[in-house]
């Protein structure tokens, strides 16, 4: 989508860290990485937020969980555990509106979020 951050940077218009990435999913670092751990896992198909989630096919929807869980997997995450987060609008803190997981880990997260 024409002005969507994180479509121009799975169209690679914008420059990121890449860490994996299929025809349909992303993986790149955070910008501004709020843990050791931080990256974001997008599908490359404009979705403003997962409330958009029937835009996308079930293969889709399957790999991009799985994505997620291999890369979480491939860090050693799994052990000590980490956290899988998506913020939906205002409320929820979403700052882009492309769907995206933030994929944090490496350090104590507290409960409730702040
Ligand atoms: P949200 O606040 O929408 O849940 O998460 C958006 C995330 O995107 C933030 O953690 C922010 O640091 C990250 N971000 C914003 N702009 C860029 C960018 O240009 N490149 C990368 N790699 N991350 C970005
Ligand atoms: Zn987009």
């Known amino acids: ?7 121009k940077i799975a169209n690679k218009e914008i ?7 299929s025809d349909k999913v992303m993986v790149f670092k955070d910008v501004s ?4 751990v931080h990256l974001l896992v ?3 198909k404009h979705i403003s937020s997962i409330m958009e989630i029937d835009k996308m096919d079930g293969p889709e929807i399957e790999g991009m969980m799985k994505t997620i869980v291999s ?3 491939d ?3 799994e052990k000590d555990g980490f956290r899988i987060v998506t913020n939906i ?3 929820g803190g979403q700052s882009v509106g492309h769907l995206h997981f933030h994929i944090l880990g490496k350090r104590k997260f507290v409960w409730p979020p702040g």
């Open 33 to 36: 990485p709020v843990a050791p």
């Open 75 to 77: 860090l050693g995450l």
């Open 42 to 44: 997008i599908p490359k």
């Open 15 to 21: 420059e990121s860290d890449i860490v994996f990435e």
């Open 1 to 7: 989508m024409k002005d969507c951050l994180f479509c």
């Open 71 to 73: 890369m979480a997997s």
């Open 89 to 91: 609008g205002d409320n």
